[in-house]
């Protein structure tokens, strides 16, 4: 068992998370909370719930639902709540304190963890229980807790003998530490190999709110001056369907490409393949013959097979439009270019754009306008949770939030009862990690009287301030994909915590957010939100009717990428 009689040190401040919730909903007191707070309450969250947790393994009781699999969902109350708040905070609003208190962490969570999976006392009280599962006469949910608690622990090597037990430990705890240095490389990585230029005539064919972005940027970086083009998660930068130089395309797609391969102090070349070889190590110990095997073990898929059988399916259709959309492309540059060239991937999405252009007579300098984030946020999202669910929302001013762009909103059930809080953070910022995702900082359960809180994160390009911020069709599809997400937390009503919100398996979790996104381009939702950020018109019927039909246009290469 791991111990801490480390005495805490001094706080400037009350830890406010060793004080009960005073917020509504359990919302973290970001106001309150100092760097210095998060090592001394991760370790006496650790300390506490392995007190608990022996307790409960040295019982001289006979195991029982209640004082086996209950107790242990009723234990780590803080240290649950500390990693939500400590691991979601590392994720928006990163800082070098975060940061070295998560590279120290992650290997004494990991073999705190660890301690608890590999306790033979207490997995021989779930196990007897496992065995007798049918005539307990537990609920349906009950006697899902219990069977997942079981799989849990013998997934995590419970059975097997101290020597392999032991390698098990050594191999996770690495394992920790190398995923922290890796996505903290990551986003190290996408600041550092941004791409600079030095003349705005470079830019030609960005907005130009993108231009004075780009410039307020750099200047942000001390280049007065010139330009930065920021990157994102995806291979393919936005930016490059509407670059009309050529040179500045590669340029940019090379500068993604290349991330965490530069030979720099944020390369992950020997990270990655130092966790592949433990993966694999670890994937024998436990039976499996690799890692994909392991992983998907746990997932809906089941087997390495069924995914090899629906790629097998999928595959050969989406390669064959994508070559036939590659020859439709390459026949664009023929006829338009002076000096045509062979079509290289970061010709890609610029000659799309162009060819969607004239097929459908749509330009996404045409759209924009009309997706303006409050709207496409409150009279498309919130209004279709609203039309299928019966939710409502009213933003509050009076809760602290961990960055001045954060906003907050209560949400309400179709009866008006007070339900969760939804957070929206959607600009990007060199302290927030790439992409878009729904994270939660408290969930719901009838156990624990828990509430959710969830909030949705995006990386949209921040305006100028004083201008709107007008999103591109793929901002506004995942601004609905990710309330997919929320929604999922938000009407989570289960009675253990162990299941709330989005704890399921991770191949099912995008469920919800897939069909969520398709209501972005339903007519009813589309007609309500799509309105011109200075006139208030509504979208055009007839550029409306262009834009569903351009709905599967670039679909091969879309799948394939």
Do not use: C
């Not at 990157?231 to 930068?237: D, Y």
């Not at 690799?290 to 073990?297: E, K, S």
């Amino acid at each position: 068992m791991l111990q801490s009689d480390d005495p805490e040190p001094a706080q400037t401040a009350p830890n406010p998370f060793f004080e009960a919730d005073a917020l509504p909903y359990g919302m973290p007191p970001f106001d309150r909370i100092d760097d210095d707070h998060f090592r001394p309450a991760i370790e006496r969250g650790m300390v506490e719930q392995l007190r608990e947790v022996t307790t409960i393994a040295g019982s001289d009781e006979p195991p029982t639902f209640i004082n086996t699999i209950i107790a242990i969902e009723r234990s780590a109350a803080l240290l649950n709540r500390l990693n939500r708040v400590f691991g979601n905070l590392n994720s928006v609003d990163s800082n070098p304190a975060r940061r070295a208190i998560q590279r120290e962490m992650s290997p004494r969570l990991a073999a705190h963890r660890d301690a608890i999976l590999l306790d033979r006392r207490l997995f021989d009280r779930i196990e007897a229980l496992y065995e007798q599962r049918d005539t307990l006469e537990l609920d349906v949910e009950s006697l899902r807790l219990l069977e997942r608690y079981h799989h849990d622990f013998v997934r995590a090597g419970a059975r097997l003998n101290e020597s392999k037990q032991q390698r098990l430990r050594e191999i996770n705890a690495e394992l920790a530490d190398l995923t922290t240095h890796f996505s903290q490389n990551v986003l190290a990585e996408v600041n550092d190999a941004a791409l600079i230029l030095d003349d705005e005539e470079e830019l030609r064919g960005l907005s130009a709110g993108s231009i004075r972005a780009a410039a307020s940027e750099a200047r942000e970086r001390d280049l007065d001056g010139k330009y930065v083009l920021t990157l994102q998660n995806f291979s393919n930068p936005p930016q490059l369907a509407h670059l009309h130089d050529r040179s500045v395309r590669e340029r940019l797609m090379a500068a993604s490409l290349g991330r965490g391969t530069r030979g720099n102090d944020f390369d992950n070349r020997k990270i990655v393949a130092r966790t592949f070889r433990l993966r694999a190590e670890r994937a024998g110990l436990l039976g499996y013959d690799n890692h994909a095997q392991f992983v998907l073990a746990d997932q809906t898929a089941q087997t390495v097979d069924a995914i090899k059988d629906l790629h097998g399916h999928l595959a050969p259709a989406a390669v064959a439009n994508a070559r036939r959309e590659a020859a439709e492309l390459q026949a664009l540059i023929d006829e338009t270019e002076t000096e045509p060239f062979e079509l290289a991937a970061w010709d890609w999405q610029y000659y799309a754009e162009r060819l969607r252009q004239r097929r459908f007579d749509i330009d996404d300098a045409q759209i924009r306008p009309y997706f303006e984030l409050d709207s496409v946020l409150v009279n498309g999202v919130f209004h279709a949770a609203e039309r299928l669910y019966g939710l409502s929302f009213e933003e509050r001013h009076d809760l602290p939030t961990y960055h001045p762009d954060v906003r907050v909103f209560e949400v309400f059930d179709r009866d008006g009862e007070p339900l969760a809080l939804f957070l929206g953070d959607f600009y990007a910022r060199p302290a927030k990690r790439g992409g878009a995702w729904m994270n939660a900082y408290s969930v719901q359960s009838e156990l624990l009287g828990g509430r959710p809180v969830v909030g949705n994160h995006q990386n949209i390009p921040k305006p100028p301030t004083g201008e709107p911020t007008l999103m591109t069709r793929s901002e506004v599809t995942t601004m609905f994909h990710e309330f997919g997400h929320a929604l999922h937390g938000l009407l989570s009503n289960v009675t253990y915590p162990r299941f709330a919100a989005t704890a399921v398996p991770r191949d099912f979790v995008e469920y919800p957010s897939q069909v969520n996104e398709m209501w972005a381009l339903w007519p009813e939702v589309l007609a309500n939100y799509a309105r011109h950020h200075e006139t208030g018109e509504r979208l055009p019927r007839e550029l409306l009717e262009r834009v569903l039909a351009s709905q599967q246009f670039n679909e091969g290469f879309r799948t394939t990428e």
